[in-house]
T-cell receptor
Framework: DTAVSQTPKYLVTQMGNDKSIKCEQNLGHDTMYWYKQDSKKFLKIMFSYNNKELIINETVPNRFSPKSPDKAHLNLHINSLELGDSAVYFC??????????FGSGTRLTVV | GENVEQHPSTLSVQEGDSAVIKCTYSDSASNYFPWYKQELGKRPQLIIDIRSNVGEKKDQRIAVTLNKTAKHFSLHITETQPEDSAVYFCAARAPSGSRLTFGEGTQLTVNP
């Protein structure tokens, strides 16, 4: 069983399109995150949900909208994709007493 | 908020040598310090962590040391092997929540 599963693994799309990335965790963690990793490898936090409640919302364009239907799922919807959105997006889950477990990542390429 | 600085950004060693990566943090209340290894094209994976009530932790060839007074912690890899080549991230967490603040990563290359 994959602890944090993320789909799709690769996403190639044209500018202006809308796309979604899905994430599910079976670890029973209360908190889930979205991170963006650009070509310089830096892990930049975007959002965090705790038990379906948004607790971290970094300075991210409002074209990005997270949705958490329950504490095991955190999806990311991106509207009007731009070239600069190309990156690897990682979902992660964790809690106060342990570190994160990352999903396998989604490599988004906007052309 | 917490700020984590990581050095060096790149590190190249010969197989069998030791490698040391250092991180400093700003929030003296931080109490949990994990290290992640990210191989090319893969996800970051937790390799070792240390809590603020411990000064050192070792797991086979890797060890982490923590100096709370100076607010820095280090990853030590001994007898490096080519498969140790990866990007390594340090992180710190304050007790008020679960969010980790990451360093900018170190690209370690182990030359055969």
């Amino acid at each position: 069983d994959t602890a944090v599963s993320q789909t799709p693994k690769y996403l190639v799309t044209q500018m202006g399109n809308d796309k979604s990335i899905k994430c599910e965790q079976n670890l029973g963690h209360d908190t889930m995150y979205w991170y963006k990793q650009d070509s310089k490898k830096f892990l930049k936090i975007m959002f965090s949900y705790n038990n379906k409640e948004l607790i971290i919302n970094e300075t991210v364009p409002n074209r990005f909208s997270p949705k958490s239907p329950d504490k095991a799922h955190l999806n990311l919807h991106i509207n009007s994709l731009e070239l600069g959105d190309s990156a690897v997006y990682f979902c992660a889950s964790g809690g106060e007493n342990y570190g994160y477990t990352f999903g396998s990542g989604t490599r988004l390429t906007v052309v | 908020g917490e700020n984590v600085e990581q050095h060096p950004s790149t590190l190249s060693v010969q197989e069998g040598d030791s490698a040391v990566i250092k991180c400093t943090y700003s929030d003296s209340a931080s109490n949990y310090f994990p290290w992640y290894k990210q191989e090319l094209g893969k996800r970051p994976q937790l390799i070792i962590d240390i809590r603020s009530n411990v000064g050192e932790k070792k797991d086979q060839r890797i060890a982490v040391t923590l100096n709370k007074t100076a607010k820095h912690f280090s990853l030590h890899i001994t007898e490096t092997q080519p498969e140790d080549s990866a990007v390594y991230f340090c992180a710190a967490r304050a007790p008020s929540g679960s969010r980790l603040t990451f360093g900018e990563g170190t690209q370690l290359t182990v030359n055969p």
